[in-house]
């Protein structure tokens, strides 16, 4: 705790209040004012955006750390703290979730049913993201988790697509069972720590048992698991990717996926060493499994956002792989994947949602052809797709480099096969491109208009977040590895 | 010698109170016109408001007066004139149900009397009965110091009560016509 | 950053590698919808860095190697540097890569001229130039290996061109696929190397291996992986069926990228880290055997093909097998040297044939033939000037850089290596003639009532009125390769002195890298030492014997009057049927994809999510609402029913605690 | 007479009686008033433990009274719902309410 540094202005609850307030604001427009709510949720997010560069660019990582910290006691009896702060881990996350954010809000500018609602929940799902990404106490963590849950059930069974009563319903289960693990586990190690603190740096000073903790981690791996839609909990992803508006699929495929991960690693792996590293094979194991299968699996699929949904099964296998290996390359790459992946499963489904937008349909036989009448348009799909295949010089390259690295060393056999996953997922992803864009011109989509430059806005954000992050990892990774280093030398 | 005269007039008057309160509530559940069923209410709470007296509370017997036996049964009395028309004869009580409810009751009532027997009841420590702690004013100054909170929610529920009960009210009102 | 500006050698680097990136970009975002300016700032950025490739071969002929590098980022203990390593091996790739880019950019003005694409055919030449251009001069395995990536990237891009067509984009997908089962090698034997060794410098490598740096199972295992990539790129055995189905490309693509550089790719990286990889014996026989076989295979899949470029890209693989088993072999400046002027000539072959099919429309040499195509005198004499050149006649280049290899092949113990190299070079020199005789003395003449003829006068008439500025566009980079091809051959000796030269040099760079190139000098000069001790005339007269006897056998079937022009292979149906289906390769990998992973793997598991998973999931939801539907029965919303049986069970609670 | 056996027995009359009222009266009126009767034995009990057994005489007459304002606000919230019930449904018998029949 000496490398803690209070921050003078609590910079993280501000971020967290440009959510809450935009929220707010919305909830007091007239919904007639549609625009007037876009303009006012875009200026949150982008506020949100500005706070969130700066905090990266003020973060010093040749301190590391944790910093910008805020810490209040709130519940003495049980020792809840209002305790905030940034390290290596979830400063990335902040900066991925308020780009995706800020892109998701514009991505949606079109949208013309129930604008208000759709704002002000995507704000408090947002809300709950950063309140995670940015908390220090299980129980504030847990509150935010579930606060990040809930509005995903209204925002896809209202603003949702195919089969969106089913795919909200299935996600929405499947996260809650997640909840029912996590909290008695968070409450057994409260319990276990004395029953006086949620503070998590408190409680991991206090060297859980080895029972203890291989109980608890087991329990928090399969809890956030589910979200991080590790294999076999992973069918929610594509279908409910599938039922949701593209920028509730950006926010939870970018983010809310990532929550999963993030839980692992800030809850399961910081109080829990000894449990990870005895449950660190099965981690290997299921995070190879999702890598192979979910490339396998999303060879077969004809619904465009099935396929990007079993893509990010595979590429959140990278992660979990990265996980395991307990080493500081592997849990670099797999922040560093968390972030790429997040980019550009966004950007993905960014595209799509503006294909869908237009053409309707989202069946890929039916896709054929598009290149020729919307080449922009294609254009960002065709570049998400290298991204999804690990092209280098894009983001997600250098992190499943470190992980691959990391994994051929820690679990051979998993390390080659999750290798293996690298040609399946470039089979698959261009199988997708070639059957959606190229081919003859389809005449039904033949007056479709491209992506104004308007709208290209956010997708070229996008595009150049993943390029500037391949071309200079290091902007990423010094900050990472600041926090990961001292991290590793616990297990 | 006074005091057992004082005792004997008390006695009876107790008595008299507990008959009065059960035949009330008898009137209240029993008779199938709900007016006599507000007016065994309104006895049998009247009655109550006597047993706080002989309990030693002045001030909460005069409440039971003003609230129940002043308001609600008011209340309740509006409420009838503004429903039913009180002519209608209703429908003949089932009889199983109504053995039932008698067998549920009278189970219930041995049960609780039976617990309420069997048990050695203890003072807690510190049990001092004095008449004078039993005052209004030490009643007032509670609610106003240490029962302040407990005073402000009754008002906040109360204010909230009405809100509501007019709303439900005046709504259902707007929707049936 | 300042030093990039202080250091003219850096400056030149920098300036000439990374300036068609940006030209790229500026195509792709500004200047899409102006094709003329969209190739113009091609070309002019391509011709920037042909220049600067030169001037850097010019200035550093003489100098030691050099290295740049800064760090790119830290990761653990892992240090990824990003750097350029300019010695002579990547300077002479680099001018090759940077002047035939740029005549291919050239020639591209024409052949391309009118398509609705030209300025994203150009986008993609100018990424393909930058990640090739940076591909070779790459400090690091891993920096190599990320550019490798993008040229293939770009290569998928570019044969999917016409991606209208159902087949390019096909032949795209699959060559992006195939080089990635390669490249999967590839990047796990740098890890294992990252892993074992710690360090992917170039010369670092060079050096530990020659110096038993490494241990042995280290050196053999990665070596072999990293083979895989050169299986992949170069399109050995059994990977070469890509790079036949990436002729679905734009011609000048299949000649810059399909032949010339992008598949030289891997042959380059043997020889870039040829001292590692000469310290596994097992790892060079296993690449002795995979360049024979290649070799062999893809030139009997040449003899039976009436497809112009298909002919051409068999015979790149087969060039390819060439290199691998000169390099495989220990001929380090034989392979070196047969890539260069293979690049040349190829690139020569491929853009003739562009000319003959901008010209007439069809790739199959039969009707080339009989609609004139020898009418078109230019390409025609420098198609026969490559196909010389490429079955190794006196003086072409192609005639000292195959006998360099015959040699290197001579030299090796066992002697079936050399007869399959004769053997190969029998074959080249048939299916290459073939080809020209097919053209240049079609069967029953000249068609005289094709479609060109409407207009009147000769062919030659017609390109002067039709498409002057197009057909000298491409004309001219054609010329330009053919006289390279005439000459380059006779710079052999100034070229491996160059090659070898570095190792007499000693520079800041011989601590490490010294003596790694000592190693290559000593294999090198062993290979060349036995060869001229094993009596070079005789190889020499084998040599020219094997080509001459190739097109001889070519003549005779195709070219002297009343040749039947069958091909003796004609007489074995199934033999013919088996080259033409590419020995059933392509056939095994389809229904292998289609039948384990489309129909076995992929189905299965999308029933597993559905039955097994969902499956599960649902009925562990049904359950719950069934016996949630069982359970509401008793909520009869009878309220006072409710109350009495919670009164009575209270009531029977007390009772039995009570009583 | 004044014993604190007495005024319970007392009180769990007044229950029972009420509990009868609520289980048999259809009535939606008469359960409330039965309520009432449920509501007013607690209190007593309430005030007779305060007065023989409890140290602090305070409590329980403060109980009673906060019972007695919540019983106010749930006869003004009972008797809205019934007359809303009556509006919608011309009838306040509990038996015909029966919309959440599962």
């Known amino acids: 705790m000496t490398a803690m540094n209070m921050a003078g202005f609590p910079i993280l609850t501000t971020i967290l209040m440009t959510t809450i307030v935009g929220l707010l604001v919305i909830i007091f427009i007239p919904p007639e004012k549609t625009k007037l709510i876009k303009q006012v949720s875009l200026a949150s997010a982008s506020l949100g955006l500005v706070l969130c560069l700066w905090l990266y660019h003020a973060y010093d990582f040749q301190k590391g750390g944790l910093q910008f910290v805020e810490r209040v006691l709130w519940v003495k009896s049980i020792g809840i703290y209002w305790f905030n702060g940034v390290d290596g881990i979830n400063l990335p996350m902040m900066l991925l979730t308020s780009v995706v954010l800020f892109t998701g809000v514009w991505t949606m500018w079109e949208l013309e049913h129930r604008v208000k609602e759709f704002f002000a929940l995507m704000f408090l799902l947002v809300a709950g993201v950063y309140g995670v990404f940015m908390s220090m106490d299980l129980f504030w963590i847990f509150v935010w988790y579930d606060v990040s849950l809930f509005p995903m059930y209204p925002l896809i069974a209202i603003w949702g697509g195919t089969r969106k009563e089913y795919g909200a319903m299935k996600l929405t289960l499947y996260l809650l069972a997640g909840s029912a693990f996590i909290l008695p586990a968070i409450l057994f190690l409260w319990a276990k720590g004395g029953g006086h603190t949620f503070d998590l740096f408190m409680l991991q000073k206090i060297g859980f048992t080895p029972y203890v903790q291989n109980v608890a981690f087991l329990m928090l791996y399969l809890g956030f698991g589910i979200l991080a839609a590790v294999w076999p909990f992973h069918t929610w992803s594509p279908v409910g990717h599938v039922a949701a508006p593209t920028a509730v699929s950006m926010i939870h495929a970018g983010v809310l996926m990532k929550l999963g991960a993030y839980g692992v690693l800030r809850i399961g792996m910081t109080l829990c060493p000894q449990g990870a590293v005895y449950w660190s094979h099965l981690m290997a194991l299921l995070g190879t499994i999702g890598i192979i299968y979910g490339a396998i699996a999303g060879l077969g699929q004809t619904d465009l956002k099935y396929v990007i949904g079993y893509s990010s099964v595979s590429h959140m296998g990278i992660v979990g792989l990265g996980l395991a290996t307990l080493s500081v390359n592997g849990i670099n790459g797999a922040v560093f994947q968390m972030f790429a992946h997040g980019i550009m499963t966004a950007l993905f489904f960014s595209s799509v949602g503006f294909i869908y937008d237009r053409t309707h349909t989202k069946i890929i036989p039916e896709l054929g052809g598009l290149s020729k009448t919307m080449p922009v348009a294609s254009s960002f799909f065709i570049f998400a797709a290298l991204a999804g295949i690990g092209v280098p010089l894009m983001a997600s390259f250098w992190a499943e480099l470190l992980v691959l690295t990391a994994a051929v060393k820690a679990f051979p056999v998993a390390g080659i096969l999750a290798c293996m996953g690298m040609i399946l997922s470039a089979l698959f992803m261009l199988r997708v491109v070639q059957r959606t864009f190229y081919g003859e011109k389809n005449p039904r989509w033949e007056h479709i208009p491209d992506v104004s430059k308007f709208l290209a806005v956010p997708r070229v954000i996008l595009m150049s977040c993943i390029l500037f992050f391949g071309l200079f990892p290091k902007v990423m990774l010094d900050v990472i590895q600041s926090t990961v280093i001292p991290f590793v030398t616990r297990f | 010698m006074e005091t057992s005269g004082l005792n004997t007039i008390l006695q009876f008057a107790f008595w008299v109170t507990v008959a009065l309160t059960v035949a009330g509530a008898a009137i209240a559940v029993f008779p199938r016109n709900i007016l006599y069923n507000v007016l065994g209410l309104a006895l049998a709470l009247t009655g109550i408001a006597g047993f706080y007296l002989f309990l030693g509370s002045l001030f909460v017997a005069l409440m039971q007066l003003l609230i129940y036996v002043g308001a609600i049964c008011i209340a309740i009395v509006f409420a009838i004139m503004l429903s039913r028309p009180l002519h209608i004869s209703a429908p003949p009580r089932p009889p199983v149900k109504m053995w039932l409810s008698i067998l549920a009751s009278a189970v219930f009532f041995v049960g609780v009397v039976s617990v309420a027997l069997k048990t050695k009841w203890q003072c807690a420590a510190g049990h001092v009965y004095k008449a004078s702690q039993w005052s209004v004013e030490n009643i007032g100054n509670a609610l106003l110091t240490r029962y302040e909170l407990v005073f402000e929610v009754i008002s906040l529920v109360l204010l909230v009560a009405i809100i509501g009960a007019v709303i439900t009210a005046g709504y259902s009102r707007r929707i049936s016509s | 950053m300042g030093a990039i500006f202080r250091d003219p050698v850096l400056f030149a680097t920098v300036l000439g590698a990374n300036l068609p990136f940006f030209t790229m970009a500026v195509i792709l975002i500004f200047t899409r919808h102006n094709p003329r300016l969209s190739s113009q700032l091609s070309v002019g950025s391509i011709a920037v860095s042909a220049v600067c490739a030169i001037s850097l071969l010019a200035k550093l002929f003489f100098a030691p190697a050099l290295q740049y590098q800064t760090l790119w980022f830290v990761s653990g203990k892992l240090n990824i540097v990003f750097g350029y390593y300019l010695d002579p091996l990547s300077l002479l790739m680099l001018t090759i890569v940077g002047i035939i880019a740029c ?76 080089n990635r089962v390669g490249d999967v090698g590839f990047f796990l034997g740098l890890i294992l190397l990252l892993l074992g060794f710690g360090n992917l410098g170039i010369p670092e490598l060079n050096h530990a291996a020659s110096t038993h740096g490494l241990s042995q199972g280290l050196l053999t295992a990665s070596a072999l992986l990293i083979f895989c990539g050169v299986i992949g790129k170069s399109a050995q055995f059994p990977l070469l069926t890509w790079l036949p189905d990436a002729m679905e490309g734009p011609t000048p693509v299949s000649a810059l990228l399909h032949s010339a550089t992008m598949v030289a790719a891997g042959v380059y990286m043997f020889s870039r880290i040829f001292p590692f990889f000469s310290g596994s014996h097992d790892a060079m026989q296993f690449a002795l055997v995979i360049g024979t076989v290649t070799m062999l295979l893809s030139s009997s899949m040449a003899m039976v093909t009436y497809d112009l470029k298909q002919v051409w890209a068999y015979s790149t693989v087969s060039q390819l097998g060439y290199m691998v088993m000169a390099l495989a072999s220990g001929g380090y400046f034989a392979g070196v040297f047969h890539l260069t002027t293979h690049a040349g000539f190829k690139a020569l072959l491929f853009l003739c044939s562009g000319i003959f099919i901008h010209e007439f429309h069809t790739n199959d040499m039969r009707i080339i033939g009989k609609q004139g195509g020898r009418k078109l005198k230019i390409p025609m004499v420098c198609i026969t000037v490559g196909a010389l050149a490429l079955a190794g006649v006196f003086p072409f280049s192609g005639f000292f850089s195959k006998e360099a290899i015959l040699s290197v092949l001579a030299a090796q113990p066992n002697k079936i290596w050399f007869a399959a190299g004769l053997f190969g070079a029998v074959l080249t020199a048939y299916y290459s003639f073939r080809l020209i005789f097919h053209i240049l003395l079609p069967m029953g003449g000249i068609e005289e009532k094709h479609h060109h003829d409407d207009h009147g006068g000769s062919s030659h008439e017609h390109e002067e009125e039709h498409h002057g500025y197009i057909f000298w566009a491409m004309a001219i980079p054609v010329m330009i390769l053919a006289g390279v091809s005439l000459v380059l051959g006779f710079a052999e000796h100034p070229l491996e002195h160059f090659i070898m030269r570095s190792v007499n040099v000693p520079g800041e760079l011989a601590a490490h890298g010294g003596a790694a190139l000592q190693t290559v000098a000593h294999v090198a000069a062993e290979g060349a030492g036995h060869a001229h001790e094993s009596g070079s005339p005789m190889l020499l007269i084998l040599g020219v014997s094997a080509g001459l006897l190739g097109i001889f056998v070519a003549w005779l079937e195709y070219g002297r009057k009343g040749a039947s022009r069958k091909g003796f292979l004609s007489h074995v149906p199934a033999i013919w049927k088996l080259f033409d289906l590419r020995w059933f390769m392509d056939v095994f990998y389809r229904k292998g994809l289609d039948t384990f992973m489309y129909a076995g793997l992929t189905s299965l598991f999308t029933l597993n999510d559905r039955r097994i998973i969902d499956g599960g999931i649902d009925g562990i939801c049904i359950f719950t609402e069934g016996s949630g539907r069982l359970f509401s029965f008793l909520q009869s919303g009878m309220l006072q029913f409710n109350l009495l049986l919670m009164v009575l069970c209270a009531g029977a609670a007390v009772l039995y605690f009570v009583i | 007479m004044n014993s604190l056996s007495t005024y319970l027995i007392i009180s769990a009359l007044l229950f029972s009686l009420g509990l009868l009222g609520i289980l048999q009266r259809r009535n939606l009126i008469g359960m409330l008033i039965s309520v009432e009767l449920l509501l007013n034995a607690a209190n007593l009990n309430f005030m007779a433990y305060n007065r023989f057994l409890a140290p602090d005489p305070v409590v329980g007459q403060v109980i009673t009274l906060f019972v007695m304002g919540l019983a106010a606000a749930e006869a003004a919230i009972g008797l809205s719902i019934i007359l809303a019930l009556y509006r919608k449904m011309h009838s306040i018998n509990i038996e015909a309410a029966q919309k959440m029949k599962g």
Not at chain 3, 114 to 139: E, H, K, T
Not at chain 3, 140 to 161: D, K, P, R, T
């Open chain 3, 103 to 178: 005549l291919v950019q050239i020639y591209s003005l024409g052949y391309m001229a009118g398509d609705p694409g030209y300025s994203r055919y150009y986008a993609f030449q100018s990424l393909f130039a930058w990640a090739m251009m940076n591909m070779v001069i790459a400090g690091s395995m891993l920096q190599l290996f990320i550019f490798w990536e993008m040229v293939g990237l770009a290569s998928y891009f570019l044969i999917g061109f016409y991606y209208e067509k159902w087949s390019a984009s096909q032949a795209g997908k699959k060559a992006f696929v195939m």
